[in-house]
């Protein structure tokens, strides 16, 4: 949800996925490295700084198990389809997995869901189609179960790409539904900062309703 969310207000976040330290072993899901990212690059895949440099452009999956691929109107995952008007633009989905997964979908701006079929096992596919595109935004190709499947150790198989991003005549990506979403959340953060008693310095209240402030200039201009 605060993934989509954020995307649908056109801001640019790749996806990855990690998993902590879990120190105090409070909610072990499975064992450290169940979560992992995936970087399109050139070269040396042991040079950090170009995996890195990959993250940042978006052209990445996160995943627990399912590998992804994804290519929309020609572009790539991290990549931009730029359309004068509104259309159909071509997609090219792909999907590999060690476990059955359920779901394989499209998922688009404000939610849109396209759904893809599967293999016979659900542990692949292959698929070429278009979809109708009518505004700015972004689509994301993402795969998950219904249940644990072993041997993938969490509470079911899961995977996402970063997004491939629509601009469409030139119109930036905006949502208002998800704009009010995160200014309630803001007034809700605010709240909480005007009771806290136990700041260190009125500078470092200051400091923090100045972020506050910042962040609610940013959501409400991409009303």
Not at 21 to 29: E, P
Not at 72 to 97: Q, W
Not at 172 to 195: H, N
Request: net charge positive; aromatic share 6%; glycine share 10%.
């Amino acid at each position: 949800m605060l993934f989509r969310s954020l995307l649908d207000l056109g801001f640019r976040l790749p996806a990855a996925g990690g998993t902590d330290a879990m120190a105090d072993f409070a909610s072990l899901r499975g064992p450290v490295g169940m979560n992992r990212t995936y970087v399109a690059m050139q070269g040396d895949a042991r040079d950090v700084a170009a995996w890195t440099a990959g993250l940042k452009a978006g052209r990445s999956f996160a995943t627990n198990g399912p590998l992804l691929d994804l290519t929309l109107g020609g572009e790539p995952i991290g990549g931009t389809v730029t359309l004068k008007k509104a259309g159909r633009v071509p997609f090219h989905a792909r999907l590999h997995s060690i476990v059955a997964v359920d779901h394989l979908a499209l998922v688009c701006t404000g939610g849109v869901v396209t759904p893809l079929a599967l293999s016979a096992d659900h542990r692949s596919a292959d698929v070429t189609g278009s979809i109708d595109v009518g505004r700015s935004g972004w689509c994301v190709l993402r795969a998950d179960a219904d249940r644990a499947r072993d041997p993938i150790l969490d509470l079911y198989p899961y995977a996402t790409t970063s997004p491939v991003y629509l601009s469409v005549a030139g119109k930036p990506a905006r949502s208002t539904a998800a704009a009010d979403y995160f200014l309630a959340w803001l007034d809700r953060i605010a709240e909480g900062v005007a009771r806290h008693p136990d700041w260190n310095t009125s500078e470092e209240r200051a400091t923090v309703e100045a972020r506050i402030a910042d962040a609610r200039r940013s959501i409400s201009a991409r009303r």
